[in-house]
Nanobody, 115 residues
Framework: QVQLVESGGGLVQPGGSLRLSCAASGSIFNFNMMGWYRQAPGNEREPVATTTSRGATVYVDSVKGRFTISRDNAKNTVYLQMNSLRPEDTAIYYC?????????WGQGAQVTVSS
């Protein structure tokens, strides 16, 4: 099994920055994808950014140019650097790990963008 532990959520002002981290442990398959999803009240959970084991990345259009996903394979950790934050970025952000052996979710981190 895979366990995911998130950290880095919080309250920031519009235009501010925040970085989320997600550390994976357990039975890590060597071909996998990790990423970040978010869910705001009344909305469906949507993918924000994903990355493969070799570093290929995909972003939702609304965060392109503002968010950067990266990963440290030696630490089995994925990061989401969020810059130029907007109130509409407010949501619970969930770390996701998937491979041929299963799909796993982090506990969620609240990100609130407000003055």
């Amino acid at each position: 099994q895979v366990q995911l532990v998130e950290s880095g959520g919080g309250l920031v002002q519009p235009g501010g920055s925040l970085r989320l981290s997600c550390a994976a442990s357990g039975s890590i398959f060597n071909f996998n994808m990790m990423g970040w999803y978010r869910q705001a009240p009344g909305n469906e959970r949507e993918p924000v950014a994903t990355t493969t084991s070799r570093g290929a990345t995909v972003y939702v259009d609304s965060v392109k140019g503002r968010f950067t996903i990266s990963r440290d394979n030696a630490k089995n950790t994925v990061y989401l650097q969020m810059n130029s934050l907007r109130p509409e970025d407010t949501a619970i952000y969930y770390c996701n790990f998937r491979s041929a052996r299963g799909v796993y979710w982090g506990q969620g981190a609240q990100v609130t963008v407000s003055s």
